[in-house]
């Protein structure tokens, strides 16, 4: 897994071992969760245990967002090293690494929107010819031009619109 996928989770609670699933999107997270908790909820009511469900599976009903993950690095091995450990495959021992956090600001050298609309982008103040200040403005992204209405160079992130109060 690498930190631009599988950045979402959830809990599938719909058998006695809960498993953790790992989703490329937020929406696929939310209806693995809500499956998994409809499911065990209609195996509760069939059994008339909603006490069970209430304290042993509603609550790891979970999903989110992944914000790091353990990881191994690989031992450089001499030929010696090799021949002792029988492998070519030696690992260091686990690590936390941290995922950065963007807030829902995609960097548009990731990505480009898959949908022309109105997006929010992120202007860097020191790549604009503004005021040097940050900006964030909404514009029309086009797909067929892979550009924004008013062509910003320094445009460096952009997200969805959110949704209207």
């Given amino acids: 897994m690498t930190e631009t996928e599988n950045k979402y989770f959830s809990v599938d609670v719909s058998n006695d071992i809960h498993i953790f699933d790992l989703h490329e999107t937020l929406e696929q997270a939310k209806k693995s969760c809500l499956d998994g908790a409809t499911e065990a909820h209609e195996f509760a009511d069939d ?71 109105m997006y929010l982008i992120y202007i860097n103040p020191l790549l604009s010819k503004g005021t040097g200040a940050h900006q964030i403005r909404s514009d029309i992204y086009d797909t067929s031009l892979k550009e924004y209405g008013f062509t910003y160079d320094s445009v460096t992130h952009w997200k969805p619109l959110p949704p209207p109060p």
């Fill in 47 to 117: 059994m008339c245990d909603y006490e069970g469900f209430a304290s042993n599976d509603l609550p790891y009903a979970v999903y989110g967002i992944i914000i790091g993950k353990a990881e191994c690095k690989k031992k450089q091995l001499s030929e010696e090293e090799r021949e002792d450990y029988g492998s070519d495959l030696v690992l260091e021992k686990p690590e936390i690494v941290e995922f950065q956090k963007n807030n829902g600001w995609i960097a548009c050298s990731e990505r480009l929107p898959e949908k022309s609309g």
